[in-house]
C-alpha cells in the first residue's frame, strides 16, 4: 500500500461510513414519506368516492323530483284548461302547486338519508316504517294486531322515535324519572309507566274539552295493552301546565318529551327558549326529545302562523350551539326523503281543501300544508352531559 493510500484510508473509512448512514437515514425518510403520501392518497380517494356516491344519489333524486313535477305540471296545465275545476280537482291543483315550490337543496346537500337503528335529530320517511326497530315499537306501543305497521302517519313515527331515543340513550330503565309536556291523550305516559318508570304528564288545563284536566284526564291515558289503570295512576302523576311553562320543581328527571309544543308557543324564539330550559331539567346523562315543524320550502324568515311555527334549518343550528352551552349535545340529519310515494304525498288536512282530498290509505301523512309552508316532523334528540 503506497503513502498515499495509507494516508486517505481512515478519512475514507470515515467518509464511508458517515455516507452509509447517511444513505440509510435519506432511504428510511424516502419510505417514510411514500407511505404517508400513500396515506393521504387512500383517504384522497375514498373522499372522492364518498363525494361520488353522494352525487349520485342527490342526481337520481333530482331525476325522480323533475320527472314528478313534469307530470304535475302537465296535470295543472289539463286543469287550468277546463273551464271550471271540481272541489276535488281544485283541491289537487294546490296540493301540486305546494310539491312544486319545495326546495330540499340545503336539507340533502350533505350525507345520506337517517336509518332508524342510530337515531340523530332527524326528520321521518316511508323507509323508517319497515325497519325491524320500528315495527317492533310501533307493536308494542299501539297494540297492532299483527307485527306489520298499518299506517305512514307521523304521529305514529314521533312516538316511536321518542322511545327508541330514549332507548338509545339508555334511559328505558325501572327506576328512572320521567316528565311529558303536552301529552293530552299520548301513549307515551303509559308506555314509560309500564317499564317502572315514574311519570309527570303535564297539559293545559282545558285540553280535551276538561275543566282541569289534572283531575280528569287519567282515562285518555289509558292502554290496558301495556299496563292496568290502577297501575298507570300509581305510576303517572298529572298536572296542569300551561304550554312554555317549564316550572323549577319539575327537576330533576332523567326522561323528558314534547311533542309539538315548540311551535305552538306563538313566536321561534319562545319555542327555543322552552327547548333550552327544559333542558335544565335533566340529571347528567338524562334525554329530552321534541317534537316539531321543519320548513320544506324556501322562506327568508322563520314563519310564525296564527297556529304554528314552522322552522328552519338555521333556527336548529342555533340550538344546537346553545344547547351546548348549556352543557347538552344534539347531532342533525336534516336529510327529507322523496324516494317513495308516501315521502312525496303531502297532506292537505291543514288547508281548506283538506275534506276534499284525503290523505290515502293506510294513513299516509308524513308532509304537510299549512298555510304557505309545507313541513315535515322532525324530532330534536338531545343529551345532557354526564
Not at 156 to 181: H, I, P, R
Not at 252 to 260: F, K, M, N, Q, R
Not at 279 to 308: C, D, F, I, N, W
Not at 312 to 329: T, Y
Amino acid at each position: 500500500m503506497g503513502i498515499r493510500q495509507r494516508l486517505t484510508a481512515p478519512l475514507k473509512r470515515y467518509l464511508d461510513g458517515r455516507f452509509e448512514r447517511l444513505h440509510k437515514g435519506l432511504s428510511r425518510a424516502d419510505s417514510r414519506m411514500i407511505r404517508r403520501f400513500d396515506r393521504v392518497d387512500r383517504r384522497a380517494t375514498r373522499r372522492h368516492q364518498q363525494l361520488r356516491s353522494t352525487t349520485r344519489t342527490l342526481r337520481a333524486e333530482s331525476r325522480t323530483i323533475l320527472r314528478e313535477t313534469r307530470g304535475l305540471r302537465a296535470e295543472i296545465a289539463a286543469l287550468r284548461s277546463e273551464k271550471t275545476l271540481s272541489t276535488a280537482d281544485a283541491a289537487r291543483l294546490e296540493q301540486a302547486r305546494y310539491l312544486e315550490r319545495i326546495d330540499l337543496s340545503a336539507h340533502n346537500n350533505v350525507g345520506t338519508a337517517p336509518t332508524f337503528d342510530r337515531l340523530v335529530s332527524q326528520t321521518p320517511s316511508a323507509a323508517h316504517f319497515v325497519e325491524p326497530q320500528f315495527v317492533e315499537i310501533a307493536t308494542w306501543l299501539e297494540h297492532f294486531p299483527t307485527e306489520e305497521v298499518h299506517t305512514y302517519h307521523r304521529k305514529l313515527w314521533e312516538y316511536v322515535y321518542v322511545v327508541a331515543a330514549v332507548k338509545q340513550s339508555g334511559n328505558l330503565e325501572s327506576g328512572k324519572t320521567a316528565a311529558g309536556f303536552g301529552v293530552h291523550a299520548e301513549s307515551l305516559p303509559a308506555f314509560f309507566a309500564s317499564e317502572g318508570i315514574d311519570v309527570v304528564a303535564a297539559d293545559h288545563p282545558g285540553v280535551g274539552g276538561t275543566d282541569d284536566w289534572a283531575a280528569e284526564g287519567i282515562s285518555a291515558l289509558s292502554r290496558l295493552h301495556l299496563i292496568s289503570d290502577e297501575d298507570l295512576a300509581a305510576r303517572v302523576t298529572l298536572r296542569n301546565l300551561e304550554l312554555g311553562d317549564v316550572p323549577a320543581d319539575m327537576a330533576p328527571v332523567d326522561i323528558l318529551w314534547s311533542s309539538h309544543v315548540m311551535d305552538r308557543l306563538g313566536s321561534p324564539e319562545r319555542g327555543i327558549q322552552f327547548a333550552l330550559e327544559s333542558s335544565q331539567l335533566l340529571k347528567p346523562g338524562g334525554v329530552a326529545v321534541h317534537l316539531t315543524e321543519l320548513e320544506l320550502m324556501p322562506q327568508p324568515e322563520t314563519r310564525a302562523y296564527e297556529t304554528v311555527v314552522i322552522y328552519r334549518i338555521d333556527d336548529f343550528l342555533d340550538l344546537e350551539k346553545r344547547l351546548a352551552e348549556l352543557g347538552c349535545r344534539t347531532e342533525f340529519n336534516f336529510h327529507v326523503s322523496m324516494d317513495q310515494p308516501q315521502d312525496r304525498w303531502i297532506s292537505m288536512a291543514g288547508t281548506p281543501h283538506g275534506a276534499a282530498l284525503l290523505d290515502p290509505e293506510p294513513g299516509v301523512h308524513l308532509k304537510l300544508a299549512s298555510y304557505e309552508s309545507v313541513s315535515t316532523s322532525i324530532g330534536v334528540f338531545i343529551t345532557k352531559d354526564a
